[in-house]
């Protein structure tokens, strides 16, 4: 499709009060034609100028295409009034912004909005408020359910990222406060993450200069308790097109997924999915060390005009089919009519002599049960945690070469014989475990990976669990939903330890579930048994 471009004039500064009376500053970008435009709208909180270009063209690209371009400071951030208090007012402050934009000089009082993380989360707490004038969205990788998308996995909190990012918000705070020795000590912290202190999710530069941060919350709620509920946009009652856009290697994936079999099951409108091969930040062809060719370089700023075309404009058409998956592998785009259902399930059963995690060679998957079962043992040592390596919660995230990581003594690994033809999965794998422990909780990380011809392991997808349960249990560790091909030559390898570290807090072996705030120097070696058998396998959704 021929995209126009129109000259675009100089950005202007335009404010609003909020019901309340608090004034919002935004930029905005006018195409220098005649007009009335629809807008396009973005709410976040990191400096308007930033405008999310880490992943999205400019905003003088989408005003060239015809429309009055909208990046608004949220309350508190940039140049705005007020205190930032995280998703708190943007409800009520989306709804206010949605209805304000639409009465700038030149519209044409159509509203659409788009952003990704938390432009994302604002377009959603926006339409819960259902503005008459909102007509489309466009929300990429969004921690839908905050508990469960966001700031845990399965019981397990994220530390790496939501640290990090608690640091990078009151940093911000600081430097608009004009706190330099705040500000800089944040700043230091955000470079080397302060991990390594009494409690490792709690440190004490963030204690000190951010004692309002949402993190102290999210540390006090280790459960999916009511402070979570109230947070999670209320969309029961919405009903508008979507463009949904996630990534294999981002952390909110499941969020994606969840937004958008919500909004299929109960919309009018159309939904339509992207996933490419993409950690949050950036969407290119290079995931980590993997160049997962041309196909996957950024599709989106040309897609989103499409959307916007068709909805705000009446031009266009909607070609495509609803889901679009990468298939990482094949390295191409995968078409389907909604969310993959598989085809056919498969199953590997875990087999090895019991030495899973002194040789490579000796741990299986196989498809036919064992006749004979043994335990694997693994011994978790809180000296020195299995650390993390790429994946969707790590940072630096995407495929990385795990070779070297497979070889230590703590890490169990599984792995096929050559495949003899491609196989194709996509969809929610899981791993089911029969556990033995005399520890009071432990974790359990899976991995599953590419083996290439040459022996170099690179993940494909990886799970997440803090398990409360007892002893003899067998327990399911969802894996991050995905999409690939393995080709004949090349194995399929699963890799379970009992930390992922950063990434997820260490386990200190005890029953409290408020585990995150347990000192290092109570944490435990944690020995767990893998009993193999009829009850121990990967469960694949082929496609």
């Known amino acids: 499709m021929p ?298 700023d040309r897609l989103q005009v499409q959307w916007f075309d068709y909805f705000l404009k009446g031009k266009g058409s909607l070609d495509q089919r609803a889901v679009n998956l990468f298939e990482m592998g094949s390295n191409g785009w995968r078409r389907f009519d909604g969310w993959p259902l598989a085809a056919e399930v498969r199953r590997y059963y875990l087999h090895s002599s019991g030495l899973a995690g002194m040789r490579e060679d000796d741990g299986e998957l196989v498809m036919s049960e064992p006749t004979m079962a043994i335990n694997d043992v693994l011994v978790h040592d809180p000296w020195r945690p299995v650390p993390a390596l790429g994946g969707h919660v790590s940072w630096p995230g995407g495929s990385c070469d795990r070779t070297a990581l497979d070889g230590r003594s703590d890490v169990l690994t599984y792995t096929t014989s050559r495949l003899e033809s491609d196989l194709a999965v996509a969809g929610e794998i899981t791993v089911t475990l029969p556990m033995q422990t005399d520890a009071e909780s432990y974790d359990i990380c899976a991995v599953l990976s590419v083996v290439q011809p040459d022996g170099r392991v690179f993940n494909l997808t990886q799970g997440y669990r803090r398990v409360f349960e007892a002893s003899h249990v067998p327990i399911t560790v969802p894996l991050q939903p995905t999409c690939f091909r393995l080709k004949a030559g090349q194995a399929m390898r699963l890799s379970l330890s009992g930390a992922c570290f950063p990434a997820y807090t260490v386990n200190p072996g005890k029953a409290a579930i408020s585990a995150n705030t347990v000192p290092t120097i109570e944490q435990n070696i944690i020995t767990l048994a893998i009993h193999q058998g009829q009850n121990s396998w990967l469960m694949l959704p082929l496609s």
């Open 3 to 300: 995209l126009e471009f129109l000259p675009v004039k100089p950005k202007q500064v335009h404010s609003l009060q909020t019901r309340d009376g608090i004034r919002l500053d935004a930029d905005v970008y006018y195409p220098d034609a005649e007009g009335p435009w629809p807008i396009l709208l973005m709410r976040q909180p990191y400096g308007r100028e930033i405008a999310s270009t880490v992943v999205y063209a400019h905003p003088t690209w989408y005003a060239s295409h015809g429309y009055i371009v909208v990046i608004q400071d949220v309350r508190g951030r940039g140049t705005s009034d007020g205190t930032f208090d995280l998703f708190a007012h943007e409800v009520n402050d989306g709804y206010d912004s949605v209805e304000w934009a639409a009465q700038l000089p030149g519209s044409n009082g159509q509203v659409g909005m788009y952003g990704f993380s938390y432009q994302g989360m604002t377009q959603l707490y926006a339409a819960q408020a259902r503005p008459p004038v909102l007509k489309v969205l466009a929300p990429a990788m969004v921690g839908y359910d905050l508990y469960q998308d966001w700031a845990y996995e399965n019981g397990a909190l994220r530390l790496q990222a939501g640290l990090g990012w608690a640091i990078q918000l009151a940093a911000e705070t600081a430097r608009l406060k004009r706190n330099t020795v705040a500000f800089n000590a944040l700043r230091a912290a955000s470079r080397n993450l302060p991990i390594n202190g009494l409690v490792a999710a709690d440190p004490e530069v963030l204690k000190q200069y951010a004692p309002n941060s949402f993190w102290h919350d999210w540390l006090a709620h280790p459960d999916n308790d009511d402070y979570w509920q109230s947070l999670k946009p209320d969309l029961a009652a919405v009903d508008l097109p979507m463009l949904h856009v996630g990534g294999w290697f981002d952390p909110y994936l499941t969020g994606d997924i969840r937004l958008f079999k919500e909004m299929a099951g109960q919309s009018r409108y159309p939904q339509h999915f992207w996933v490419g091969p993409w950690t949050h930040i950036p969407w290119s062809r290079k995931v980590g060390e993997v160049d997962f060719g041309p196909e996957t370089m950024n599709p989106i």
